[in-house]
């Protein structure tokens, strides 16, 4: 079986109007969160939303997108997330 790959940042914009917020709570590679959930399809860590936030970046992707990044942090959303080390972006 396999999973269509989409862009998650695309995804949320396209029915969005142009001051749009993006909420994310993702698995980090940077802990083992993102590879404990064999149907992810797609991983990230904080550098990953620089595609995204900067300008220098956002030219490599086919992505006409850009976010503002108000906040961008890795964290444990609970102590269980902390003890197994699994982080989030």
Excluded at 1 to 18: L, Q
Excluded at 60 to 87: G, M, Y
Aim: glycine share 4%; hydrophobic share 30%; net charge negative.
């Amino acid at each position: 079986m396999s999973a269509a790959r989409s862009d998650p940042h695309n995804e949320g914009t396209s029915s969005s109007p142009g001051t749009a917020r993006l909420l994310s709570q993702t698995p980090s590679t940077d802990g083992r969160g993102a590879f404990q959930d064999p149907t992810h399809i797609s991983f990230s860590n904080s550098n990953a939303f620089w595609d995204y936030t900067r300008a220098d970046q956002n030219c490599f992707i086919d992505c006409p997108v850009r976010f503002q990044a108000t906040r961008l942090k890795n964290f444990f959303p609970s102590e269980w997330h902390r003890e197994h080390q699994i982080v989030y972006v």
